[in-house]
Structure formats: C-alpha cells, structure tokens
C-alpha cells in the first residue's frame, strides 16, 4: 500500500482551503477535490502490509508542539502542472515534525525529497495562476495522520489510517522533538 504523512486539515480548515483553491484565476486545470487537500510531510511510497504497525509505532514516539500554520503564498509548478498553497514563512514547529518523521528509518521507506510545505489546489495547471482575491488560511495544526493512497481513474482516494495529537502549550514553544530512528 502507498502510505505518507500528512496534516491532515479538520473541516473549518478544509472549507477554507477549498476556498482559496476557489479563488484561483485558472485558464486551464482542475480543482482539488476538498476532500483530498492536505499538506505532504513524507512520503513513504509502497509499504507492505506487515510494515503497517512498525511505521504506526514509531511515528507514535514523534513528540512535536501543535503550531499555527499561515498559509498565504499561491505558487506554481510548470513541470508537475500544480498549482499549491504554502506559508510565507514556514514554522520551526512544521520544519521540525517534518524532520522527526523523517529520521524514521524502517524498511521501504522511499528516499527522501527535500521539504517543501504545500497544499496542492490544483492540477494539470498550464499557466500561472491569477488570484481573485489575498489569500490567508489560518491551520490551528493540532495534529499529525498516516495516510493511504490508493489511486483510481479521478486521482487517488485517501484514507487517515491513524492520527497522534500533537502537544499543547504555548504558542511557539518547543517541546521534546524525538528523532531516535527507531526502526535500526
């Protein structure tokens, strides 16, 4: 099965993220589906089914603060034809998670790419597109999903396989970020 790790938005995020989509000047190109926009924070490709807990548990050691993500920067990719939405300035809290996930080293994992935070809003996108409107959608990121992908004819179909809270405290803080690759 073909797994990542992802922000996973709640339904007030998601409403707002298939919003800015909404307000993209696009010539060509098709919408996210509202159901399937999340933000990537590593990829693991295939994994087999025997792997499944192995990767549960060690992202249930990942300890990271919750954060608020601002996402308010509308770009384009030429190359993959997308269109996606990022932060200005990306949190040390989201660089962090990101990071910790990735020092977990288990079997099948897929090579790393670098971190680059986004929200795909489209794809098949030819040009750059325009805005309608500013965009800022506020994520009161509270927590972190393993996800499955499974692709079919419109895209792929995305299923939350299991969720970790992420700590409260006060904003920016920085609690103990676990990176202890417990796979070796």
Known sequence: MRLFFALWPEDDVRAALAAAAGALALRA????PAARLHLTLRF??????????RWRAAASEVMAPAFNLHLTQVGWW???????????DT???LTALATALACIDLPAARAEHAFRPHVTLARRVRHAPGLARRLDVCWPVASFALVSSQPTRDGSR???LARWPLAQ?????VT???CNNPGR
């Not at 190109?29 to 996210?32: K, V």
């Not at 693991?44 to 807990?53: K, R």
């Open 91 to 93: 949190p040390a809290e």
């Open 158 to 160: 995305y299923e939350v």
């Open 176 to 178: 103990r970020l676990l």
């Open 78 to 88: 030429p190359q993959s034809a997308v269109a996606w939405l990022a932060p200005s």
């Open 44 to 53: 693991l490709g295939d994994v087999a089914d025997a792997q499944l807990d």
């Open 169 to 173: 405290g006060e904003p920016g803080s």
């Open 29 to 32: 190109g098709r919408l996210e």
